[in-house]
Nanobody
Protein backbone atom coordinates (compact mmCIF):
# COMPACT_ATOMS: atom_id res chain seq x y z
CA UNK A 1 0.00 0.00 0.00
CA UNK A 2 1.04 3.57 -0.66
CA UNK A 3 -0.36 6.52 1.25
CA UNK A 4 -0.44 9.98 -0.33
CA UNK A 5 -0.94 13.30 1.45
CA UNK A 6 -1.31 16.54 -0.50
CA UNK A 7 -0.71 20.05 0.78
CA UNK A 8 -0.28 23.56 -0.56
CA UNK A 9 -3.69 24.43 -1.94
CA UNK A 10 -5.39 27.73 -1.28
CA UNK A 11 -6.89 30.90 -2.71
CA UNK A 12 -4.89 32.98 -5.17
CA UNK A 13 -5.61 35.76 -7.63
CA UNK A 14 -5.37 35.20 -11.35
CA UNK A 15 -1.77 35.42 -12.49
CA UNK A 16 -0.49 34.20 -9.15
CA UNK A 17 1.37 31.03 -8.19
CA UNK A 18 0.98 28.08 -5.87
CA UNK A 19 3.07 24.99 -5.19
CA UNK A 20 1.38 21.73 -4.31
CA UNK A 21 3.22 18.94 -2.53
CA UNK A 22 2.41 15.26 -2.27
CA UNK A 23 4.23 13.12 0.26
CA UNK A 24 4.19 9.38 -0.29
CA UNK A 25 4.68 6.73 2.38
CA UNK A 26 4.42 2.98 2.59
CA UNK A 27 5.57 0.76 -0.28
CA UNK A 28 7.05 3.64 -2.25
CA UNK A 29 9.68 1.41 -3.86
CA UNK A 30 6.92 -0.07 -5.99
CA UNK A 31 5.93 3.26 -7.54
CA UNK A 32 6.39 3.62 -11.30
CA UNK A 33 5.04 7.14 -11.63
CA UNK A 34 3.09 9.83 -9.81
CA UNK A 35 0.62 12.22 -11.24
CA UNK A 36 -1.66 15.14 -10.53
CA UNK A 37 -5.30 15.23 -11.54
CA UNK A 38 -7.95 17.86 -10.90
CA UNK A 39 -11.70 17.99 -10.67
CA UNK A 40 -13.51 21.26 -11.17
CA UNK A 41 -17.11 21.95 -10.15
CA UNK A 42 -19.45 19.78 -12.19
CA UNK A 43 -16.58 18.30 -14.17
CA UNK A 44 -14.90 14.93 -14.41
CA UNK A 45 -11.49 14.35 -12.91
CA UNK A 46 -8.87 15.19 -15.51
CA UNK A 47 -5.16 14.65 -16.01
CA UNK A 48 -2.82 17.55 -15.26
CA UNK A 49 0.75 16.24 -15.12
CA UNK A 50 2.80 13.14 -14.32
CA UNK A 51 6.38 12.15 -13.68
CA UNK A 52 8.09 8.78 -13.86
CA UNK A 53 9.81 7.93 -10.60
CA UNK A 54 12.86 6.48 -12.37
CA UNK A 55 14.35 8.75 -14.98
CA UNK A 56 12.07 11.67 -14.27
CA UNK A 57 10.26 11.87 -17.62
CA UNK A 58 7.41 14.38 -17.39
CA UNK A 59 4.04 14.63 -19.08
CA UNK A 60 1.58 17.53 -19.18
CA UNK A 61 -1.90 18.25 -20.38
CA UNK A 62 -1.89 20.92 -23.08
CA UNK A 63 -3.92 23.25 -20.87
CA UNK A 64 -1.07 23.62 -18.36
CA UNK A 65 2.04 23.32 -20.54
CA UNK A 66 4.35 26.26 -19.99
CA UNK A 67 2.59 27.23 -16.74
CA UNK A 68 2.86 24.16 -14.50
CA UNK A 69 5.96 22.16 -13.63
CA UNK A 70 5.99 18.75 -11.98
CA UNK A 71 9.08 17.60 -10.12
CA UNK A 72 10.09 15.00 -7.56
CA UNK A 73 12.42 14.53 -4.64
CA UNK A 74 13.22 10.84 -4.47
CA UNK A 75 14.91 11.12 -1.09
CA UNK A 76 11.76 12.62 0.42
CA UNK A 77 9.33 10.51 -1.63
CA UNK A 78 7.61 13.75 -2.54
CA UNK A 79 6.28 15.13 -5.79
CA UNK A 80 5.59 18.80 -6.41
CA UNK A 81 3.40 20.76 -8.78
CA UNK A 82 4.54 24.34 -9.29
CA UNK A 83 1.65 26.30 -10.77
CA UNK A 84 2.36 29.72 -12.28
CA UNK A 85 0.19 32.21 -14.11
CA UNK A 86 -2.92 30.64 -12.62
CA UNK A 87 -6.26 31.21 -14.30
CA UNK A 88 -9.80 31.03 -12.90
CA UNK A 89 -10.35 27.89 -14.98
CA UNK A 90 -7.62 26.18 -12.94
CA UNK A 91 -9.97 26.24 -9.94
CA UNK A 92 -10.47 22.64 -8.83
CA UNK A 93 -9.68 20.04 -6.23
CA UNK A 94 -6.24 18.73 -7.08
CA UNK A 95 -5.46 15.08 -6.42
CA UNK A 96 -2.12 13.34 -6.22
CA UNK A 97 -1.98 9.76 -7.47
CA UNK A 98 0.53 6.95 -7.79
CA UNK A 99 0.77 4.07 -10.23
CA UNK A 100 2.68 0.91 -9.40
CA UNK A 101 3.27 -0.48 -12.88
CA UNK A 102 4.27 0.67 -16.37
CA UNK A 103 0.95 2.05 -17.57
CA UNK A 104 -0.23 5.05 -19.51
CA UNK A 105 0.33 7.88 -17.03
CA UNK A 106 -2.29 10.33 -18.36
CA UNK A 107 -5.18 7.89 -17.91
CA UNK A 108 -7.02 8.16 -14.59
CA UNK A 109 -7.77 4.44 -14.39
CA UNK A 110 -4.04 3.59 -14.54
CA UNK A 111 -3.53 4.83 -11.00
CA UNK A 112 -3.66 2.59 -7.94
CA UNK A 113 -3.45 5.08 -5.10
CA UNK A 114 -5.00 8.51 -4.51
CA UNK A 115 -4.65 11.30 -2.02
CA UNK A 116 -7.55 13.10 -0.38
CA UNK A 117 -7.25 16.19 -2.58
CA UNK A 118 -6.47 19.83 -1.94
CA UNK A 119 -8.58 22.79 -3.05
CA UNK A 120 -7.13 25.39 -5.40
CA UNK A 121 -9.26 28.48 -6.01
CA UNK A 122 -8.21 31.17 -8.48
CA UNK A 123 -10.12 34.43 -8.33
CA UNK A 124 -10.46 36.76 -11.30
Amino acid sequence: QVQLVESGGGLVQAGGSLRLSCAASGRTASMYAMGWFRQGPGKEREFVAAIRWSGGSTFYDDSVKGRFTISRDNAKNTVYLQMNNLKPEDTAVYYCAAVSGPRVVFVRTSYDYWGQGTQVTVSS
